[in-house]
């Protein structure tokens, strides 16, 4: 059974250039959660814990999206006070243009 599911896997790899042979690259996109792991128990509240996640979540949009994390975030605390509640999705990391 694991041969077959090897095979099928090395086959998938084979017939899509853009699956990698390895998971290098989801474990380095990890690495800095899983360092601070033991800090991260200390956050206080789970709201303190809800809003790291949002923290990360939107730190890793802007760096899949191509923005510099810290430009994003410095651009978002700038200007979100004044900023519309309805019109809040404006702010994510997919359409924000930064100069």
């Known amino acids: 059974m694991m041969m077959l599911f090897s095979w099928q896997a090395l086959s998938r790899y084979l017939d899509d250039g853009r699956i990698e042979i390895d998971h290098n690259a989801a474990e380095r996109s990890v690495r800095g959660i ?10 206080g509240s789970d709201l303190g814990g809800e809003r790291a996640a949002t923290m990360y979540s939107l730190i890793g949009s802007a760096k899949l999206n191509d923005i510099n994390p810290k430009a994003y975030l410095r651009h978002v605390m700038s200007v979100i006070a004044d900023y519309p509640v309805n019109r809040v999705a404006e702010l994510l990391p997919w359409n924000v243009q930064l100069g």
Not at 34 to 43: C, E, T
């Open 34 to 43: 899983a360092i601070g792991r033991k800090n991260y128990l200390f956050l």
